[in-house]
């Protein structure tokens, strides 16, 4: 599977997926007009990731300003593919940063990490666009 590097734009996130390092990452606000069509090929390669991974260890940072109920969807399916992946015995480490007064984002990771049998670490920080 080929590594996914996608800029951020004013309605989707950075993605940058490096399947050879083990390092996945997340970042900025998501609410694309078609949600679908933008997670779709990222979910596929990381499913194909959590049946046979590339690298010993896998990192996934997720930094989010903002994301709409379309993205919540692909999200928990990011979360299923890598349930996956913990399930065989992967190491695995989850880090959902939120920024220090962002209350929401916060409690959605906190969410997440009740909602799943994943290591998610919710770490709050002064500004992660630094």
């Not at 590339?54 to 890598?82: C, D, M, Q, R, W």
Request: proline share 5%; hydrophobic share 35%.
């Amino acid at each position: 599977m080929e590594n996914i590097n996608l800029q951020q734009t004013d309605n989707t996130p950075a993605i940058d997926f490096n399947f050879e390092t083990g390092m996945l990452q997340v970042k900025g606000t998501s609410y694309p007009e078609y949600a679908k069509e933008f997670y779709e090929p990222i979910l596929q390669s990381l499913k194909e990731y959590a049946i046979l991974p590339t690298a010993p260890k896998t990192t996934v940072i997720f930094k989010f300003h903002y994301f709409n109920t379309g993205t919540n969807s692909f999200i928990t399916g990011i979360f299923k593919e890598l349930e996956k992946l913990h399930k065989q015995g992967h190491t695995l480490k989850i880090d959902w940063y939120h920024e220090r007064d962002d209350d929401d984002m916060r409690e959605l990771g906190e969410y997440f990490a009740t909602l799943t049998y994943l290591p998610i670490e919710v770490i709050d920080c002064e500004n992660f666009d630094e």
